[in-house]
């Protein structure tokens, strides 16, 4: 039995070394399309329905009709995991505008592509969990929400990229971004929190950031726990002094910050109410979700 990926491209189930798309995909060749990176614990999918929800809007927003419903999508995902037999997985699905001509236009695109590819990961190092990890502020801006909204998970990554490369020259794994008007944003790949005297802080979805599933689950689990969590603009100053910063996302799930810019945050290690979401977090992504096998 081969150990090769099963892909699932265009309503077909391919191996990983003949799951092609065109080189003239507009996905390819302009960054036109979206999509999602989900999450699979213990034959769970984990809240797949907001994923499903979060791609066909973005989907909308952009003008490109999904040629399925949001049932037949959310089955292409589970049915994915089958064919991979994975219990834990990472997966990303794909739509692209399709394959056009060389133009901008994709009025010659008349069938959007559809993949999706269930695989394992381990995203950052063990230690970076236990330790938590420093992070920098790249000076690359996430984009403005009113020219193209960072709530579509577009296929057009390249400023997140360049942040992500900026970290990377500065020794570190994920770079703060800042909105246009330089109040703090997202990281490349994750939302940020804050916490001062008890209280959590996280910036509200119109300063311009992606808004993301694990954010919204921590939100909700800390409030559940009895913490008051605040989306709130804030800035470089407040991070600098905040008790604790963490991250989230559904590849990192719940990460703790200890420095910034260089700047030690609280005391340094990962702080209490980070580990105690992040436990919150763990429990809740073992035991919610969509089962893979029925
Ligand atoms: N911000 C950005 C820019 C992202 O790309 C992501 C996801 N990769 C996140 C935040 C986290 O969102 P989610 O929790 O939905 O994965």
């Known amino acids: 039995m081969s150990s090769e990926l099963i892909i699932y491209l265009d309503g077909e189930f391919v191996k990983k070394s003949e799951a092609k798309v065109s080189v003239f995909?507009?996905?390819?060749?302009?960054?036109?399309?979206?999509?999602?990176?989900?999450?699979?614990?213990n034959g769970k999918v984990f809240r797949l329905k907001?994923?499903?929800d979060r791609i066909?809007?973005?989907?909308?927003?952009?003008?490109?009709?999904?040629?399925?419903?949001?049932?037949?999508?959310?089955?292409?995902?589970?049915?994915?995991?089958?064919?991979?037999?994975l219990q834990d997985a990472y997966i990303r699905l794909v739509i692209t505008r399709g394959v056009g001509d060389l133009g901008l236009s994709p009025k010659n695109c008349l069938k959007p592509t559809v993949f999706c590819i269930a695989s394992t990961i381990s995203l950052y190092p063990q230690e970076l969990y236990d330790k938590g990890m420093p992070i920098v502020t790249a000076t690359q801006r996430r984009n403005k929400a009113t020219i193209v909204d960072p709530q579509i998970k577009s296929l057009n990554y390249l400023?997140?990229?360049?942040?992500?490369?900026e970290a990377h020259q500065a020794g570190v794994s994920e770079a703060i971004m800042l909105n246009h008007d330089g109040v703090v944003a997202e990281c490349t790949g994750d939302n940020i929190f804050i916490v001062k005297d008890g209280v959590i802080y996280t910036p509200p979805i119109y300063v311009?950031?992606?808004?993301?599933?694990?954010?919204?689950?921590?939100?909700?689990?800390?409030?559940e726990a009895g913490f008051e969590v605040y989306e709130k603009e804030f800035t470089l100053?407040?991070?600098?002094?905040a008790d604790e910063c963490f991250l989230t996302g559904t590849a990192a799930e719940v990460i703790a910050v200890t420095s910034v810019d260089q700047r030690i945050i609280g005391d340094g290690k990962p702080g209490p109410i980070t580990q105690q979401?992040?436990?919150?977090?763990?429990?809740h992504a073992q035991n919610q979700g969509m089962p893979i096998y029925r």
């Not at 311009?208 to 409030?223: F, N, P, Q, W």
């Not at 100053?237 to 002094?241: A, I, M, Q, S, T």
């Open 56 to 85: 066909f809007a973005a989907a909308k927003s952009i003008l490109l009709d999904i040629p399925m419903s949001k049932e037949e999508l959310t089955e292409v995902v589970l049915e994915t995991c089958r064919q991979n037999k």
């Open 50 to 52: 907001e994923h499903i």
């Open 277 to 283: 979401l992040l436990e919150l977090f763990h429990e």
């Open 159 to 165: 400023n997140n990229i360049l942040a992500k490369i």
């Open 25 to 41: 995909d507009h996905g390819l060749l302009y960054g036109d399309g979206v999509f999602e990176g989900i999450r699979a614990y």
């Open 237 to 241: 100053f407040n991070v600098y002094n």
């Open 208 to 223: 311009g950031i992606l808004d993301g599933i694990t954010r919204l689950s921590v939100i909700e689990l800390a409030k």
